[in-house]
């Protein structure tokens, strides 16, 4: 079985430019999650999608974050403008609707402001 | 509103002695627990979960978790370590009854280093 596929691997780019990380999640898989996970702290929750239905946005910066999961599969975080703060690995997971608790975690989108 | 903290940042052992990855959680309601490890240059995964029922769990790679609700800890343990558990590990929580999703709250991590 594929695990979930993040691409790109590593980005750097200059503030206040934009960026865009796409995720493939497990075949099957309904629920995706977007985490950020800033250097030294436990990985924080953007987003989670219910196939292409948002369920959980209350941590998405949304002045300068979106994403989007069309389709109810692949899905597409993007950040405008960037800032130093936003330097981070951008880590995507997905489930089963049933059992939800096992989240499947993809190796991160590791990305640099400067 | 959850949160899970672990208060070590970095736990240093030798090969083959016992080791203790300490997590406490805070929670208004009940919740179910996890264990995550992230290898070296990898995503994270699940080692293990408590859900309800014996209050002791267990991986199929000799670590252990014990849930102490009165405590509000869920200690991670293994007997003998090896160097293949060098690796950074992630207590979470996430509620019960959360309305058919899960809302996952993560500590900081703990990063073992087993010294041969």
């Known amino acids: 079985e594929a695990g979930v596929a993040q691409s790109p691997r590593y980005k750097i780019i200059e503030k206040r430019q934009s960026v865009a990380f796409w995720c493939n999640p497990i075949s099957g898989h309904a629920t995706l999650y977007w985490y950020q996970q800033i250097l030294g702290q436990g990985p924080k929750l953007l987003i989670q999608f219910q196939n292409n239905g948002v369920v959980d946005d209350s941590q998405l910066p949304k002045d300068r974050f979106s994403a989007e999961r069309l389709k109810g599969v692949d899905s597409t975080l993007k950040i405008q403008p960037a800032k130093l703060e936003d330097s981070a690995v951008y880590l995507c997971?997905?489930?089963?609707?049933?059992?939800?608790?096992?989240?499947?975690f993809g190796p991160g989108t590791r990305l640099t402001v400067t | 509103a959850q949160s899970v903290t672990q208060l070590d940042s970095q736990v240093p052992v030798f090969e083959e002695a016992p080791v203790e990855l300490r997590c406490n959680y805070s929670s208004s309601v009940s919740v179910y627990l996890f264990w995550y490890v992230q290898y070296p240059n990898q995503g994270l995964q699940l080692l293990l979960k408590y859900l309800s029922g014996s209050t002791l769990v267990e991986s199929i790679n000799g670590f252990e978790a014990e849930f102490n609700k009165s405590q509000t800890s869920f200690h991670l343990r293994k007997p003998s370590v090896h160097i293949s558990d060098t690796a950074e590990y992630f207590c979470?929580?996430?509620?019960?009854?959360?309305?058919?999703?899960?809302?996952?709250?993560f500590g900081t991590g703990t990063k073992l280093q087993v010294i041969p």
């Open positions: 979470a929580s996430s509620p019960m009854n959360s309305g058919g999703y899960q809302k996952v709250t």
């Open positions: 997971a997905s489930s089963l609707v049933f059992p939800i608790y096992e989240q499947y």
